[in-house]
């Protein structure tokens, strides 16, 4: 039987006005088994009125009163843990038992993290820069929010969205990929039992409607996470009325490994950091720098752990991932592998895996050089590519080498050379002896064509704020 979603506007859930619908694919069979509204203009109007008429009763409550609010939002997320865990399952084919540990729970704590954001933020002290005049900083919310979150972490990007959004006093606008609306409509349900109708709304369709959402009068800000060309998209769309744009874009992680690494742990390490999520992650490990006197033993070591993960169904819990999110991302994948040069070696994998759904083998690649077509543009599979490097010059240039800046691993048991290489390298993120951790307090964000704009941290709140500056005389 299928399953139909629907929008969320203003309180209420509801078709597309003109009654158009999109196929919603389970991944790990390539078959359809939902519907979700294609989403129109009329269908944006109506959510962006809505998010505009609840945003000054929003703006003007207390910290206080959204930090209780947002709190009972994580709880009742906790309490429909399991029906959020099946639905981002049905829409992704991730494994079960890892979307609860490592992608609801953390989103968990990241909504609770925004709760004391929510009553944190701090400006200059009040003061007389001018003679009679005293000054005082206000920080307030940006207004309506258009956001756009991507299909390789449904949940979790609505939440680096809607939360510190809301908790600023913003009202939202939220569209969940074409790909995987599923959970986000069940967070419009679970949200909507406890804010104010029309702060919170989700709109779901394919492009053109994210267009028509950034390029909508009303919203103040918007924000995307997706790909390069999707960002360069927005930031134009928006420029026309000069929006707030935050944009978290694609990437292309280095990972540094010098000759005094612990060789095994690093493997061990990467591949986690490699394959996880099925390398759809844009701080995935996807490009391995190895020092050449252990590159031999660096390659064979990694192939073998590649070899021995395994992908597959969801309720498998000896699984590190599942299939590839859609019919077109794994003709990109293998299409990368079947377009490579004949220097290249193939250690592992290199193939789909099975006839049914989207799923492909843990990949690495070997022989590859700095200006070669997989090594400079994402590939957002489970794939990764290993090249040699003589010394730390070669190392820093190698891995700032490409278009992407989000984030970066060394590994390395000497602490002057991790200092030196956190420094040189051009990341937003740059992780020692580890890769791919994230807290709630410390910010994600890159430079560069992997965009602008933090996400998590107070960064990422304050990022959903404005400045004003008040003054006032002081005589009567």
């Known amino acids: 039987m299928s399953t139909t979603f629907r929008n969320y506007i203003d309180g209420a859930f509801a078709d597309a006005s003109d009654g158009r619908t999109l196929d919603v694919v389970d991944p790990t069979t390539g078959e359809v088994y939902a519907t979700s509204p294609l989403s129109g203009p009329a269908d944006v109007d109506a959510a962006m009125a809505a998010a505009a008429a609840a945003f000054p009763g929003w703006r003007d409550t207390t910290p206080s009163v959204r930090q209780h609010a947002l709190l009972k ?63 005082i900083i206000r920080r307030e919310p940006v207004g309506v929010c ?14 680096w969205k809607f939360a510190p959004a809301l908790a600023a006093g913003n009202a939202v606008v939220l569209k969940p990929s074409d790909t995987t609306p599923a959970s986000t409509v069940l967070l419009a349900e679970i949200i909507g039992q406890i804010l104010p109708k029309g702060v919170f709304n989700v709109v779901c369709g394919d492009r053109e409607t994210g267009r028509a959402m950034v390029e909508h009068p009303t919203p103040a800000m918007a924000s995307i996470t997706g790909s390069v060309r999707a960002g360069m998209q927005v930031a134009e769309s928006a420029a026309k009325d000069v929006k707030r744009v935050h944009l978290e874009l694609g990437g292309k992680a ?26 759809q992650d844009c701080t995935a490990a996807t490009r391995v720098l190895v020092h050449e006197s252990v590159h031999d033993e660096f390659v064979s070591a990694l192939a073998k752990a590649a070899a021995d993960t395994k992908t597959g169904l969801p309720d498998d819990e000896d699984v590190l991932y599942g299939p590839l999110n859609n019919a077109n991302q794994l003709a990109q994948v293998t299409g990368f592998i079947e377009r490579l040069p004949a220097h290249a070696k ?15 083998a843990p990949t690495v690649v070997s022989g590859l050089r700095q200006d070669d077509e997989i090594v400079q543009q994402e590939v957002f599979g489970p794939v990764m590519t290993v090249q040699s490097f003589t010394d730390e010059a070669q190392a820093v240039e190698y891995a700032n080498g490409v278009e992407y800046a989000l984030a970066s691993s060394v590994w390395t ?6 200092m030196r290489m956190s420094k040189n390298l051009d990341f937003g993120c740059v992780w020692i002896n580890t890769h791919m951790a994230l807290v709630a307090e410390m910010p994600h964000g890159g ?30």
């Open 73 to 135: 939002i994580a709880d009742a997320m906790e309490a429909r843990a399991d029906d959020l865990v099946a639905a981002e399952s049905r829409d992704t084919g991730k494994p079960l038992h890892l979307l609860r540990s490592d992608e609801l729970a953390p989103a968990i704590d990241q909504v609770r993290f925004f709760a004391g954001a929510a009553r944190m933020l701090e400006g200059r002290s009040a003061g007389e820069y001018m003679e009679g005049l005293t000054s």
């Open 146 to 159: 258009a956001q756009v979150a991507p299909w390789n972490y449904p949940l979790l990007m609505a939440v």
């Open 254 to 279: 280095p990972a540094v490994v010098f000759e005094d690494a612990d060789l095994a742990k690093a493997v061990d390490d990467l591949v986690v950091g490699g394959f996880f999520n099925a390398g």
């Open 346 to 360: 193939v250690e592992a994998g290199g193939h789909r895996v099975g006839d049914k759904g989207y799923f492909y």
């Open 413 to 418: 048991k000497d602490h002057a050379r991790a």
């Open 447 to 476: 430079f560069k064509k992997s965009g602008y704009g933090k996400d998590l941290s107070a960064y990422g709140f304050e990022d959903y704020t404005r400045i004003k500056h008040v003054m006032t005389s002081l005589d009567d």
